[in-house]
């Protein structure tokens, strides 16, 4: 135990000494290393970007929703699956209203009428009159009516109501941004449920996390599947091929990045294997003297192997760092991708690509070290 700390000490102290007595070899190791790391950084993250900024700009118009109009090919009612069970089954949440009609607003405009059922009635509710009478829901931006009390005119009757903004961003928005009356069931007069024997559901599902087009295309095929066993018919508007070109681009993009980062690992790898062995062969008589002391080869491999480890890893978290802290910079004035930053947690998958190759980098410069420190040792001291 005793020889092993010493033999440690001493190849510690004898990579030290090489580091001061040759500064060239660890400042090109650093160098090019920081340098390399720094620019695959600003190349990925300007990709994570741009995928950010398309996702965004996707979901802004929707492309998590998936809105689809059924009705029934014949008399019977059509069942529709509950919030909790599509919560189960999507991993999304979703709406259903039933078209009932059209009201007039005092300004001549017209607005579509919906109502809801009772087990539902947790998800509307909350959006409409404390008092439960029929509610206009507008986007903040349209304003067909000040918020507060008014009156619509339904089939020539005027009615009561209380207009309310929904919220920027809600789920309903997608059919409602030009507004909609929701009539809670009970109020429904007589008429209106005769005459809506068999009404058109207008179904929506919005997914919690737009991972892939996956996320939406399962839901048009559950939509597919309800439609077949309710005998019902209506249409689906999604983006969900538009999803699965993008995710198509992606996956080439996914290969650009790993051909990007083996690039820079064979240019790493060539300096630290060149630099590996020209240190190995300039003090490859005391290695092999260790050796016949009984010193086993693989210890030697590993002190070079630590020894790239640590300047590879120091100089990895620098450019980290760097990157981190003028990514501001760096995105907006030199990749022209607008004011956006990116957190740890979006760069952290590209930080892994790059750190993967660089500990592969590491690992294959040891090769020619460990082919030298198992040469014969008479073959090296004759």
Partial sequence: MISLILTILYLAKDTVHRWFTRLSSPIARVLVVFFLTLSALAALGSYVITVNIVRHELISRGADTVVT???????????????????????????????????????????????????????????????????????????????????????????????????????????????????????????????????????????????????????????????????????????????????????????????????????????LTALAGMEYRQNEYIYTLMKSFGIHPLLLVGAFIVENLLIVSASFLAAIATFMYFQRIIITQVLKLGDYSLSLSEIMPEIYLISYTLLGCVLISSLPIFVAANREIGRVLK
């Fill in 69 to 271: 109009s059924l009705v029934s090919r014949d008399s019977s009612p059509i069942f529709i699956p509950s919030q909790a069970d599509t919560e189960r089954m999507l991993n999304a949440e979703s709406y259903d209203l039933q078209t009932i009609g059209i009201a007039s607003l005092p300004a001549g405009a017209s607005v579509q009428m919906y109502t809801f059922d009772f087990r539902r009635q947790r998800q509307i509710m909350p959006l409409m009159a404390p008092s439960g009478m029929p509610t206009l829901l507008q986007p903040e931006n349209a304003q067909l009516m000040p918020p507060g009390p008014g009156e619509v005119t339904i089939q020539k009757t005027r009615v009561p109501i209380m207009v309310r903004n929904l919220p920027e961003g809600h789920t309903l928005l997608r059919i409602m941004n030009s507004g909609a009356l929701v009539v809670a069931p009970n109020n429904l007069p007589p008429h209106f449920r005769e005459r809506n024997s068999n009404p058109i559901h207008t179904l929506i599902f919005r997914v919690h996390e737009l991972r892939s087009s996956e996320s939406i295309l399962h839901i048009e095929r559950f939509i597919h599947l309800l439609q077949r066993y309710e005998k019902a018919h209506g249409s689906i508007i999604s983006v969900g091929p538009l999803l699965k070109r993008m995710d198509d681009v992606l996956k080439k993009q996914v290969q650009c990045r790993i051909a990007f980062c083996l690039g820079i690992s064979a240019i790493v790898g060539i300096l």
